[in-house]
């Protein structure tokens, strides 16, 4: 039911898209889980990993500017392994044109959705017009959408904040997601904070703006017909479970990559998938297959073994483990036998 406070645009909206029986599967995707994009972390080596550990959920990108697609190696940016479909890949830009030229140029090498960034704070983002800044242009926002829409068969997607600065009011958000879901976005992923874009390093922007989930929930309670997806804090099954009842699915972010092996058993509890008690030592064995084959495509080491540093969290022998990794892992001819030498230790440290 729409909100009781915006109720004309609120009916305009739900008349333009109408309630949908299983919205976590827009356009053929299941966000019901998914892994947050997160810059210097989920290159596609650590998608690979995060494949490894659940088939389902649905994997992003770091955000990757239209600039180096257009001008830059566009393999080094846009090659992912088939393993990792279905994966989105996250644009960041404020050009409409460029921002569908890229769109059109992801879709053929294979991604299975657009998401546009409209809620990174840094100042290097900052600069360039795009990310969080955009929340204070929304019509640009649409526009940006429209776009890309026109020019791709696969979904475009939007992640953003619940607001900006001083605008903290749900208002706001309100007013920003309505021009661009009449533009024809039907899936809004939200960080449930706000982004203080001067002040705060991006860091900062992670951790100190409070968390309100409830202007998300409230979010899809105005927009029905809307996908929402919630973002921001969440660390744990019992989190994810309290959120699908409020909005279509979860974006997990830090958790994913300070102990990957936690959520193994995403596949079973949210997909119906039987449960396979799969060790860390067999995904670190499946992952070190992955890393021999990239080594012999002269891809250096640390860029692929820094993804398992937390793979034994909270277990025994996992300080050792780390620390070897660590400190072996970045010489230009270290190989596979470091992830060897690194196990034996962690077992013994078991026994």
């Known amino acids: ?38 810059m210097d972390y989920t290159d596609r080596h650590f998608r690979y990993l995060m494949r490894l550990i659940s088939k389902r959920m649905l994997l992003y990108t770091e955000m990757v500017h239209c600039g180096a697609i257009l001008f830059g190696d566009r393999d080094r940016f846009l090659a992912f392994d088939s393993i990792e479909e279905p994966v989105s890949i996250q644009l960041g830009g404020n050009d409409p044109k460029q921002l569908a030229e890229c769109a059109k140029i992801a879709e053929d090498y294979g991604y299975s959705e657009v998401n ?70 039907t899936t809004f992923i939200v960080h449930a904070r706000k982004a203080w874009l001067q002040g705060l390093s991006p860091k900062q922007n992670r951790e100190i703006p409070p968390l309100e989930y409830e202007k998300v929930y409230r979010l899809k309670q105005d927009f029905p017909g809307l996908n929402i997806i919630i973002n921001g804090g969440i660390t744990d099954y019992e989190q994810i479970d309290v959120h699908l009842q409020h909005v279509d699915g979860v974006m997990i972010g830090r958790k994913a990559y300070d102990d990957p092996y936690y959520w193994r058993d995403i596949d079973h509890r949210y997909f119906g998938i039987p ?74 440290q078991c026994a």
């Open 116 to 185: 546009l960034n409209v809620g990174c704070p840094s100042d290097r983002v900052q600069s360039g017009q795009f990310g969080a800044c955009l929340m204070a242009n929304p019509q640009l926002v649409a526009e940006c959408v429209a776009a890309m829409q026109a020019i791709v068969s696969i979904p475009v997607t939007v992640k953003n904040r619940i607001g900006i600065d001083k605008h903290t009011d749900y208002d706001f958000l309100y007013q920003f997601v309505t021009p661009i879901a009449q533009a024809g976005c």
């Open 1 to 38: 039911m729409a909100s009781s406070k915006f109720p004309a645009r609120a009916l305009d909206i739900i008349a333009f898209f109408p309630l949908m029986t299983n919205s976590i599967t827009y356009s053929g995707l299941n966000r019901k889980i998914c892994l947050a994009p997160m």
């Open 275 to 348: 449960r396979t008690d799969i060790s860390r030592e067999i995904f670190v064995k499946q992952y070190a297959d992955y890393i021999q084959s990239q080594l012999s495509n002269d891809v250096y080491l640390k860029h692929m073994a820094r993804h398992i540093l937390n793979m034994f969290a909270g277990q025994p022998g996992a300080k050792v483990w780390r620390r070897f990794l660590s400190e072996n892992i970045n010489n230009r001819s270290s190989g596979i036998e470091i992830i060897e030498q690194a196990m034996d230790l962690q077992l013994k």
